[in-house]
């Protein structure tokens, strides 16, 4: 499967810096706004801790983690609905992606510049949102218009597609986001042709910076607004620091955890220390990562042996057959059955020989519904 996360926020909140982290890719990230105008595309492994268990187990010649890509796209400003700042050419960039990242700064450093002049997590989020909301009713304003004439001829998918375009207009009128309408069975299919920035799935990421005041830590009002927003949209977010993360990034993971150990040792210095270091064991990208994964729908099958071990992607509910394609389309049609066991069960019996004499590797047919986690041999 091929999905994207794009990477989106306010000029100068740190998103070439994160997507740098991310990929180990080098983007411009100078300290001004738009230097990023092309988007830059990276794919990113995802952190799996059971794809090295078992290819420990199986002693694989290789191994290939899951993946995720993360598209870099060039900081917008208000008024970039009405293509302030190159934003209609952001906004289209937006659009091609399956779900948002939105960088939010919750640092203050007076030597990193900011669009407004202050630092306000939760109306940069408003001001990016209503963009993103303003672009996605013009979207809907067109194609209501390009409707009309099958509509008044009473054909029964504009009916449907008009009653989904209104609720959608009234919604997006009202400043909220494509994704608080409910579509019906019949108004999905055209939700989904309509591509809406809004109506993707959101995660909202929290640029902190070592040495710098957080909004996490002093937890001032601004932070506590910030809170409650996440809390009344049920909005999911994750807090990086993506300057640290982007100098530990060609690090190898031993290293990286020293290094924050070090960083971290210094948190306690009332003046001069680093007052925002992660803990040794806290990854902010490589959580944003996993957290992005989930976002998607995206879930994780095994498949191991001496030549290799591979965590193959496929979306939540897919069954046997459906799971089978991610490795070949002709797993779908010649599927047979498939031996299925979970990655621990079968490190904890420690063979496929003991899985099987404790009855614990299954076989399953085209109606199964793979887990997150099982290890499947395909038999076709």
Same mark, same amino acid.
């Given at each position: 499967?091929?999905?994207?996360?794009?990477?989106?926020?306010?000029?100068?909140?740190?998103?070439?810096?994160?997507?740098?982290?991310?990929?180990?890719?080098?983007?411009?990230?100078?300290?001004?706004?738009?230097?990023?105008?092309?988007?830059?595309?990276?794919?990113?492994?995802?952190?799996?801790?059971?794809?090295?268990?078992?290819?420990?187990?199986?002693?694989?010649?290789?191994?290939?983690?899951?993946?995720?890509?993360?598209?870099?796209?060039?900081?917008?400003?208000?008024?970039?609905?009405?293509?302030?700042?190159?934003?209609?050419?952001?906004?289209?960039?937006?659009?091609?992606?399956?779900?948002?990242?939105?960088?939010?700064?919750?640092?203050?450093?007076?030597?990193?510049?900011?669009?407004?002049?202050?630092?306000?997590?939760?109306?940069?989020?408003?001001?990016?949102?209503?963009?993103?909301?303003?672009?996605?009713?013009?979207?809907?304003?067109?194609?209501?218009?390009?409707?009309?004439?099958?509509?008044?001829?009473?054909?029964?998918?504009?009916?449907?597609?008009?009653?989904? *375009?209104? /609720?959608?207009?009234?919604?997006?009128? #009202? @400043?909220?986001?494509?994704? $608080?309408?409910?579509? !019906?069975? +019949?108004?999905?299919?055209?939700?989904?042709?309509?591509?809406?920035?809004?109506?993707?799935?959101?995660?909202?990421?929290?640029?902190?910076?070592?040495?710098?005041?957080?909004?996490?830590?002093?937890?001032?009002?601004?932070?506590?607004?910030?809170?409650?927003?996440?809390?009344?949209?049920?909005?999911?977010?994750?807090?990086?620091?993506?300057?640290?993360?982007?100098?530990?990034?060609?690090?190898?993971?031993?290293?990286?955890?020293?290094?924050?150990?070090?960083?971290?040792?210094?948190?306690?210095?009332?003046?001069?220390?680093?007052?925002?270091?992660?803990?040794?064991?806290?990854?902010?990208?490589?959580?944003?990562?996993?957290?992005?994964?989930?976002?998607?729908?995206?879930?994780?099958?095994?498949?191991?042996?001496?030549?290799?071990?591979?965590?193959?992607? *496929?979306? /939540?509910?897919?069954?046997?057959?459906? #799971? @089978?394609?991610?490795?070949? $389309?002709?797993?779908? !049609?010649? +599927?047979?059955?498939?031996?299925?066991?979970?990655?621990?069960?079968?490190?904890?019996?420690?063979?496929?020989?003991?899985?099987?004499?404790?009855?614990?590797?299954?076989?399953?047919?085209?109606?199964?519904?793979?887990?997150?986690?099982?290890?499947?041999?395909?038999?076709?």
């Amino acid at each position: 499967m091929s999905l994207s996360i794009g990477i989106v926020g306010l000029p100068n909140v740190g998103k070439s810096t994160l997507f740098n982290a991310l990929t180990k890719k080098s983007v411009p990230a100078e300290n001004y706004p738009f230097c990023t105008i092309d988007p830059s595309v990276g794919v990113v492994a995802v952190p799996d801790e059971r794809l090295q268990k078992l290819t420990e187990f199986s002693v694989s010649a290789k191994t290939v983690p899951a993946a995720v890509q993360f598209t870099d796209i060039a900081g917008l400003v208000k008024g970039a609905s009405l293509g302030e700042g190159l934003g209609n050419q952001f906004l289209s960039h937006i659009r091609e992606t399956d779900a948002i990242a939105e960088v939010v700064r919750i640092f203050e450093d007076d030597n990193v510049i900011h669009v407004d002049g202050r630092i306000d997590p939760l109306k940069d989020i408003e001001v990016i949102n209503l963009e993103l909301v303003l672009a996605d009713l013009q979207t809907v304003s067109k194609r209501r218009m390009s409707l009309g004439k099958d509509f008044k001829a009473g054909r029964k998918e504009a009916i449907i597609e008009h009653g989904l *375009i209104e /609720k959608l207009m009234a919604t997006l009128e #009202a @400043g909220k986001m494509a994704s $608080t309408v409910e579509a !019906d069975e +019949f108004e999905s299919p055209f939700l989904k042709l309509l591509c809406l920035i809004t109506a993707k799935p959101f995660l909202y990421v929290l640029n902190k910076k070592a040495g710098a005041t957080n909004m996490d830590e002093i937890r001032d009002d601004r932070w506590t607004k910030l809170l409650e927003f996440f809390k009344a949209t049920n909005a999911e977010h994750v807090i990086v620091d993506a300057g640290i993360e982007q100098e530990l990034k060609d690090l190898d993971e031993l290293e990286k955890m020293e290094m924050r150990g070090m960083l971290q040792d210094t948190s306690d210095k009332p003046t001069g220390g680093i007052s925002s270091a992660l803990p040794a064991h806290n990854d902010g990208v490589n959580e944003l990562i996993k957290r992005g994964y989930l976002l998607l729908g995206l879930i994780t099958y095994f498949t191991t042996g001496t030549d290799e071990t591979r965590a193959w992607t *496929i979306g /939540k509910g897919w069954t046997a057959p459906q #799971a @089978g394609t991610a490795i070949h $389309t002709d797993f779908k !049609d010649k +599927f047979v059955r498939a031996e299925i066991i979970e990655w621990d069960k079968l490190l904890s019996v420690g063979s496929y020989a003991a899985a099987r004499d404790k009855g614990l590797l299954r076989i399953e047919g085209k109606e199964y519904v793979v887990k997150d986690g099982d290890v499947i041999e395909f038999k076709i």
